[in-house]
């Protein structure tokens, strides 16, 4: 069994009256990429914040690396590479200076720090922008730039918070590669966000957290088999009448079927050849049908289960 | 590190243009302004002569008589009185034999036909007298041999705006503005020291929070956020001073280096201030912003940079407050160096001004000094 970098045990935060976390626990081993993934105000910066004891928490305690995390462990800090929610670079300062600066308050040889940098721009290719002031970069890059400052010293656990906000298709994937990489040069990975597909691809290990509570963890495998869903078929479908969808909710393995005029939801759990079945028994009634498809689970559908919500808006 | 964290600090701040120019620029053009309004006048107060001037009942206020005695007996008086009855000294006023007419009396006051730098003299003249009042009869009814040096001192505190030349120094007529002037770039200073505590604090910016997750010490990079603030700003009141000094002409003779000095811990002190504003509390930046700002002014105002005669009145009533408001201490060390021979008064303030600086820089690192937060 690998090392635990990151051992959060049951914190309890709260502001005022609202408990942001909720007896909430974390163990996080050496190697991993983990994820946080929960919806808007899910508690996931809370638990960073708490993390690198820049909140102060009521209750549990906070270890990586094995010691106990305080302000003051400077030591543990050398080694944590944190890319906060919001941008945090100095306006005045250009890309290469940020970089410089954020990394010579990790690293103090000089020769050294100039590599790193080096190393850093190439790493979020922004190679072309050194000499540009974060105010002239477009928001993808300016997101390139916030990470780079944070990897730059190399750090062996490397804390990312929502590092693709609002970041298009392309650049994200960047971000999502370069991660990937960091990690396959040794880095342990916190990557917290609320796009389930990127948590899908990118983590080796994840918790879904809503309300400041850990609601399930597990590498994305495990965390499908919690849930009953194992096939959604989706019909595109005009004028079904009641009798068709009764018929179709009582198909063996479909537990849930929704109608909303067009289109045609059919989730089923467990069982083979679901599609072939649903579309055989509209055929019989010789409905005609348009677009087919089957999906299987996400997190989304985990989240949904779980959660009697939706992890966000389809459209988001 | 430290060094690491002084450098980028500098940099950035000396690329902060937009704000230093504001900071520089609001103050010069006001300085010029002064120099197009009051620098004409110079020219003549300097050769300005004792001012002729009638004065009616003098039998309600026997102390004024004294007063003006004292005053005659100077070597280049301010004024020479003539002791008329109404009419004549409206006719002479008439004729021009004399600047303007003073009424003694409880209510003091003064009639004038023309209008310009004598008259503005004397003007000032009785209303410094008419507060002073009291003073000055104390001192008459206690001991009237030290009446002289009660008055040179009354007058002096209260930096009038007259050409009383009590040292060889400087008296321009409106250098007071330019000390003031001085004194507002210094206390502009406090903008760039409220950046530093807000941009270490964990709480009151994204870069506070994100320097604090290093594992460099928040009190070596705020420090050296300090330092270098102060840095910057002695750069600005050199500028400043300079200006003043080379491009509107206002003549320091050999006082230049003690306005510079002067000047540079003036600046280190609105820059403190600034630090200590910008670590109480959270509130909205620019909430913080507007408290630096009109605290400033504020200071400013009650050393006189818009009413000349303010901070006479505050020494009056309250005498202290002259030596906790930073402006009123730049503006008062770079007079004291016209109004006095030795620089004892001088480095007393400048001492005031350091004691300040320090209280605030204290006060500022005990209360930025919490290293976790209960919100962010
Ligand atoms: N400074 C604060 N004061 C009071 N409440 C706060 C504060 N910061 C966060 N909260 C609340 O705590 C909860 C958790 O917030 P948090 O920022 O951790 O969520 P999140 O999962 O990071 O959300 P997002 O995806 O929007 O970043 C939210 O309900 C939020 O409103
Ligand atoms: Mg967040």
Redesign the interface.
Known sequence: MANSVVKIDNIVKRYGELLALDHFSLDIKEGEVFGLLGPNGSGKTTTINCLLSLLAYDKGDIEIFGKKMTPVSYDIKKKIGIIMQNVAVFDELTVYENIDYFCGLYINDKKLRKQYVEDAINFVGLGDFRKFYPKKLSGGLLRRLNIACGIAHKPKLIILDEPTVAVDPQSRNKILEGIESLNRDGATIIYTSHYMEEVEQLCTRIAIMDKGKKIAEGSKDELKRMIKNTETVTVEVLGLTQSMLDELSALPHVYDVKYDGQKAVISCSGGKHNLIRILDTLQKKEVSFGRVYSELPTLNDVFLEITGKALRDKED | ?FL??LF?EL???L??KELIIWLMIFPIILGTFFKIAFGDLYDKQTKMDTIKTAVVGIENDPNFRTVIEQIEQEDEPLLKAEYLDEEKALEKLANGDVTGVIYAGDDMSLTVSDTGIEQSVLRVFIQQYSTKAGIIKETLASDPSKLGEVTKALMADASPNHAEPLTKGNTDFYIEYMYNLIAMVAMYGSITGLHIAVGNQ?NL???G?????????KAL?TLAGIIGSWLVQAVCMVICVSFTAFVLKTDYGKNLPYVYLAAILGGITGVSMGFFVGSIGRMKNSMKVAICMTGSMLCCFLSGLMMGNIKGWIAMKFPVFNNLNPAALVADSISSLNLYTGHERYFTKLMYMCGISAVFITLGLILTRR??????
């Not at chain 2, 929070?209 to 010490?217: E, F, G, V």
């Open positions: 590190m690491h964290n980028y940099k950035s701040s690329r902060a964990a910016s994204p870069l929070a994100r320097k604090c997750c290093s594992p460099t010490p990079s290293r976790k937060y209960a919100d962010l």
